[in-house]
């Protein structure tokens, strides 16, 4: 007996209550990844603990949805708020495993449990690039390597019975999706990766050991360091250091590793405070980030080069929808960071649940 003929044994909607269940006990772990990923801690130990308190959750009251509902948000031991993401990641992950299984149910229901494992990385990489705006290397890196092997397992996701075809297939998506990506980080670094901003005339900069200070905001480093190379730069008038002072006109470069005041080189973690005049400064500036290269690949390895296209071009319209939305309401600036992980995510979603087909119509035409 096939195994599409012994998950037929059942009615098929006893399938969509058992996968949108184990959606939501699967959402729930979910939860712990994006709680912990980002924060470098271990999935597996402890185990469910309040963030506020750290009371370990007992399992009856780690029931996936139903309990949040029961408790309305708070914690059973100290009241504390539990944040409504814990409810809407259970149930978004029960109903993408739902539709997974309504979808590509009548097909292969192997093929439905490769696509949830797909759909969970990707809500697990959406919800942590928008808080932390990194996509951790667990989801990328292992779901290129997850993405090849069920392409092995499962021919079907590349649309056909051939094993051999199917890991060619997904070789070709991983190069095409890592390295379009990456040439498009290149390019966009070597065209767009210096932002200029016009201050005040003899403006005050400080930088402390965290941050840069200007007169209406602080910038901590990390905002503007993604890789080594990143160049801070400022034509100063005057730069006053702990020990020195520079009355003339002195060029200034910050790097994560280095610090040039003219023709002099220090070590930044030897520089606590640097205060700067100037009229202008230059921030690095990144169009996409190398997360996101490996986020690529790993669609690429699941879903074929294609898809890798698809989601580029569609990924980039979504983008700029959103961003321009956002600017013109005034919740976001011209020159803010963005993730662009989940707009990946999201026209990676769009391939799986018809954007193949409706490419397919569209090219006939």
């Not at 469910?48 to 370990?56: K, N, T, V």
């Not at 504390?80 to 993408?96: C, D, K």
């Not at 074929?304 to 959103?322: D, N, P, Q, R, T």
Request: charged share 15%; with cysteine; glycine share 8%.
């Amino acid at each position: 007996m096939s195994v599409r003929e012994s998950w037929a044994l059942m009615p098929f909607h006893f399938w969509s209550v058992v996968f949108f269940v184990f959606g939501s006990m699967v959402g729930s772990l979910l939860n712990v990844c994006i709680h912990r990923m980002p924060r470098g801690e271990s999935i597996v130990t402890p185990g469910s603990r309040c963030p506020h308190c750290s009371y370990a959750i007992p399992w009856y009251l780690n029931i996936p949805i139903f309990t949040w509902l029961w408790l309305r948000g708070k914690c059973a031991n100290c009241g504390a708020p539990i944040s409504v993401r814990y409810l809407l990641v259970e149930f978004l992950t029960g109903a993408t495993f739902l539709a997974c299984w309504l979808v590509y149910g009548d097909t292969s229901p192997l093929l439905v449990l490769a696509f949830s494992l797909l759909l969970a990385g990707f809500i697990v990489a959406t919800f942590i690039d928008c808080e932390h705006f990194i996509i951790p290397d667990e989801i990328t890196l292992g779901g290129i390597v997850a993405g090849f092997l069920c392409s092995a397992a499962v021919p079907e996701l590349h649309v056909t019975a051939d094993r051999a075809v199917a890991l060619r297939q997904s070789f070709i998506g991983i190069a095409v999706g890592a390295g379009l990506v990456y040439a498009i980080l290149r390019m966009g670094k070597f065209m767009f990766g210096r932002q200029r901003f016009v201050l005040e005339p003899d403006t005050r900069i400080v930088f402390t050991e965290t941050c840069i200070q200007l007169p209406n905001e602080e910038i901590p480093y990390e905002e503007k360091f993604y890789r080594k190379t990143d160049a801070i730069e400022i034509e100063a008038k005057r730069v006053e250091l702990p020990d020195r002072c520079y009355i003339h006109k002195t060029f200034v470069r910050l790097t994560p590793a280095s610090l040039q005041v003219g023709e002099e080189v220090f070590d930044p973690e030897q520089v606590p405070h640097m205060e700067v005049l100037a009229d202008e400064i230059v921030f690095p500036r990144e169009a996409m980030g190398l997360g996101d290269v490996k986020f690529m690949g790993a669609i690429g390895a699941f879903l074929g080069w294609k898809a890798v296209i698809f989601s580029l071009m569609v990924s980039s319209l979504i983008g700029s929808l959103v961003g321009v939305t956002l600017i013109l309401l005034k919740k976001q600036a011209w020159s803010s960071r963005i993730p662009y992980g989940p707009y990946i995510a999201l026209a990676a979603t769009v391939w799986v649940f018809g954007g193949k087909q409706f490419t397919e119509w569209w090219l006939a035409r």
